[in-house]
């Protein structure tokens, strides 16, 4: 080789090593963005509000380590951005979901307070039908259901799930109760008297 060539040559396969070392090197600025990303979505309740792309989200990000700890860095840098971009899109996907459950669980309230007084009307009519334990369970239930839907009413403009579920306690009690109070105003079939035979006239 001439000295021409070997003082060319040099620099140029320095050049190549430092490539090689580029496309070996761990995607520690794209993990960074995604973990952060990730975090934010999380401050967002994305768990709670948008738990089908959060979870696809975590999903990758446990790909993109996994890759990491492989060294496969291109799968790993190609799986950090797209989690990124997913983390981005959870997020916002979170805001617009709370809003929506927030405004579906208002109108809960409402509807559950609604059937609930018309309950209420319905167990008055009939507390003289009522057996002893059931009027101690009417009660009992209408206290719970009460407080529930204060509890939800307090939770819905901060914590729209934790309302749902407070909710949830009303309605399956309102539930309970429309089946319980529609059977009690039910009369009990009257039992058909059997007349006894006629005895056998004497020839």
């Known amino acids: 080789m001439t000295r021409f060539s070997v003082r060319w040559a040099v620099p140029v396969l320095a050049g190549v090593a430092l490539l090689v070392a580029g496309c070996d090197s761990p995607p520690e600025a794209e ?3 995604a973990d952060a990303a990730i975090t934010a979505a999380k401050s967002a ?14 999903d990758l990000q446990r790909q993109a380590d996994s890759f990491m700890g492989e060294k496969k860095y291109k799968e790993a840098k190609a799986a950090y951005e797209r989690a990124k971009g997913l983390a981005d899109d959870a997020a916002k996907a979170a805001v617009s979901g709370k809003a929506a459950m927030t405004a579906d669980v208002e ?5 559950a307070e609604a059937a609930w007084t018309g309950l209420d009307k319905q167990a008055q009519a009939a507390a003289k039908k009522m057996k002893p334990d059931m009027k101690k369970a009417w009660t009992d239930d209408e206290k719970a259901a009460k407080d529930a ?3 939800a009413k307090a939770a819905v403009a901060k ?3 934790e309302a ?6 009303v309605l399956a009690s309102i539930e309970k109760w429309t089946k319980e109070l529609a ?3 039910t009369p009990a079939p009257k039992t058909p008297q059997v007349k006894a035979p006629a005895p056998a006239k004497k020839p």
């Open 31 to 33: 993990k960074k963005a």
């Open 45 to 58: 309740e994305a768990d709670k509000y948008a738990a089908p792309a959060y979870k696809a989200v975590t």
């Open 107 to 111: 109108k809960g309230i409402a509807a």
């Open 149 to 151: 839907l204060q509890a």
């Open 159 to 161: 914590s729209p799930a």
């Open 164 to 169: 749902k579920d407070k909710l949830a306690v």
């Open 183 to 185: 059977a009690a105003a």
